[in-house]
């Protein structure tokens, strides 16, 4: 009985915790509408692009875009590796 007391008031605190963080977050100002803004208003001008989407990701965004891919690739690389080795049988072939 104790231990559901303690998961349900737990469960309140966190509930309670969750909506003064998203009323805090949406009383106050965004302080990124200068650089959307400024993305939006500039990206024909700036990139020649006629699609803004392309555009903000791979002109303004373009470092970003890059890690993305690399952790992406990194990612199936180690799912890879992984399960090659759960198809050949894995301890099994390791010690031969």
Same mark, same amino acid.
């Given at each position: 009985?104790?231990?559901?007391? !303690?998961?349900? !008031?737990?469960? &309140? %605190?966190?509930?309670?915790? &969750?909506?003064?963080?998203? @009323?805090? %977050?949406? $009383? +106050?100002? +965004?302080?990124?509408? @200068? $650089? &959307?803004?400024?993305?939006?208003?500039?990206?024909?001008?700036?990139?020649? &692009?006629?699609?803004?989407?392309?555009? %903000? $990701?791979?002109? !303004?965004? @373009?470092?970003?875009?890059? #890690?993305?891919? !690399?952790?992406?690739?990194?990612?199936?690389? #180690?799912?890879?590796? %992984?399960?090659?080795?759960?198809?050949? @049988? #894995?301890?099994?072939?390791?010690?031969?």
């Amino acid at each position: 009985m104790m231990k559901r007391f !303690f998961t349900i !008031f737990f469960l &309140a %605190i966190i509930t309670v915790i &969750a909506f003064y963080v998203s @009323g805090i %977050i949406s $009383v +106050s100002p +965004s302080p990124y509408n @200068g $650089v &959307a803004k400024y993305m939006v208003d500039y990206t024909i001008q700036k990139t020649h &692009a006629l699609n803004s989407v392309t555009a %903000i $990701v791979f002109d !303004f965004r @373009g470092y970003d875009t890059l #890690g993305e891919s !690399f952790v992406l690739c990194t990612a199936v690389t #180690g799912v890879a590796v %992984i399960l090659r080795k759960a198809v050949k @049988g #894995g301890r099994k072939d390791e010690t031969k």
